[in-house]
């Protein structure tokens, strides 16, 4: 069975290169009163298990715009049946070019201060109807009312699929594990 899942995996991997995994998202996000949002290059996902992988490419392109997303498919290496795991993410964001503290004490204040500082935070949510967690990247923050801006967040049942913005109460019935975190920066890129 498992060598059946491998061939699976392998010719998914043969059929969609990484570059049609991710297809950059071209709206326009204006920056209102009361907000403080980050230039992170929005992308919507195309299949059900590279939120991972659609996620490290936003953040990895805010500090390295010409990134290889192949190769950052390729160290993300998302798997159908488990995504990418928070190890694999970890790992993959470090090897191009990406400093990532993983938390799990995060809360509005200190979401605020990493993206007032320049510092986009990768978290998961979940949508309670699934089996797994959702990779997302907050890029901004606003405040009264306080909110949350999402990149790759799942609109009308698609995932993956754009930019949203979430009360701080909505984000936290979402967020999974809440308080757990990766908070990124760029950093010298080593080929």
Known sequence: ??????????????????????????????????????????????DCYSCGFTAA??????????????????????????????????????KNGVGVSVRSNLNYASIREAIESGFPVITTVSYGNTFAEHWIVIYGVGWRPKRVFLCNQVLQGWPGFGRDELTWADFRSLWSPCGAGLVCWGKQFAR
Request: net charge negative; glycine share 4%.
């Open 1 to 46: 069975m498992e060598d059946l899942i491998e061939q699976a995996v392998n010719c998914a991997h043969a059929l969609w290169p990484a570059c049609l995994r991710a297809i950059p998202d071209f709206t326009d996000d204006y920056i209102y009163e009361n907000e403080h949002k980050l230039a992170v290059p929005g992308f919507s996902q195309t």
């Open 57 to 94: 490419l936003g953040v990895v392109r805010t500090f390295h715009p010409r990134a290889d997303s192949k190769k950052l498919y390729s160290d993300c290496n998302p798997l159908p049946f488990e995504g990418t795991t928070e190890f694999k993410l970890v790992r993959a964001l470090r």
